[in-house]
């Protein structure tokens, strides 16, 4: 592939480099470190999507041996102009929420098991928070806190009460949502596992990316629970909650990493919003009683910066 004729695109938080190619109307998604989840198992759950009626960009080619393949190009349109009508949105999640499939094959005639979401992977991902971005603001009796801090996100984790597995995208927001012919498409899927049902919720509306007030986000909650006959209100809502905080934790554990080790400065900006989103969930339900306590202690002269 001659990269020459073909537009560099502005890349994500990963190892993939992306162009575009007007002329073939499509995507080079080129991945040379963790090839096999970027590009083969990408592409494996793609396909496992568009067997279950959700759309995803179409594979054209495969160059593995060269460290790309090419997609379909779904343009520049996000779901951010879906914000103010979340139906759609809604029954693709229920259509991910409905996929049992575990084993998928891969263009390279080899078989994918989708891992499950366990607490050892969520309290992996929480440990990014102590180990780049805590060294950052404590400077004394580290290892002492960041002892502290897991062992109250292991409470937290065992806090959550929902047994049941559904798969989840694991990075449901509204970059990953996009918008060609007025259909939504998903895209990003290559971290998908089976877990909580509320994971992807909590994704979506408690994102990063979207500036949006507590109480419009509250509404898009409460329409997606009425319209969820099977969940119980209490145990999603219990869930919801930590796995936001747990998730935005994380967000600022590899946003903070991304500035460290890659070199990637621009995520940096969002960190202040990380925060003020773990605040409205932590404030008002005593499950996060000790992890209040732990912020108060190492992060408030932070945390009232952060409120202003």
Do not use: C
């Amino acid at each position: 592939m001659n990269f020459k004729n073909v537009k560099k695109l502005s890349g994500d938080a990963s190892h993939r480099k992306f162009y575009r190619d007007k002329k073939n109307n499509s995507i080079i998604v080129y991945a040379k470190k963790e090839k096999k989840k970027n590009l083969l198992i990408y592409a494996a759950i793609n396909n496992l999507f568009k067997k279950n009626k959700i759309l995803t960009p179409e594979l054209i080619s495969e160059k593995y041996k060269k460290n790309y393949i090419v997609i379909e190009d779904l343009g520049d349109q996000t779901g951010l102009k879906k914000l103010n009508n979340y139906v759609e949105i809604f029954k693709t999640l229920k259509k991910l929420k409905n996929i049992k499939t575990k084993k998928i094959n891969t263009f390279l005639k080899s078989n994918y098991i989708i891992k499950n979401y366990t607490n050892t992977e969520l309290l992996k991902e929480a440990k990014l928070f102590s180990e780049w971005y805590m060294p950052k603001i404590i400077k004394k009796n580290i290892t002492k806190a960041q002892k502290q801090y897991i062992k109250i996100i292991k409470k937290l984790i065992m806090g959550l009460k929902s047994r049941k597995k559904v798969l989840v995208h694991r990075d449901f927001h509204i970059s990953n949502i996009m918008i060609k012919n007025n259909q939504i498409y998903l895209i990003d899927s290559q971290d998908a596992v089976f877990g909580n049902e509320a994971y992807d919720l909590a994704s979506l509306i408690d994102d990063v990316r979207i500036k949006a007030r507590l109480e419009n986000r509250e509404k898009i909650y409460n329409k997606f629970v009425l319209n969820q006959k099977k969940i119980n209100p209490v145990i999603f809502r219990n869930d919801f909650e930590i796995l936001s905080v747990l998730r935005n934790l994380k967000i600022i554990g590899i946003f903070t990493r991304l500035s460290k080790r890659d070199k990637k400065y621009k995520y940096l900006k969002l960190i202040p919003y990380a925060w003020k989103l773990i605040d409205e969930r932590r404030k008002n339900n005593n499950v996060f009683d000790e992890l209040n306590n732990f912020f108060g202690i190492y992060f408030s002269k932070y945390l009232k910066k952060n409120e202003n």
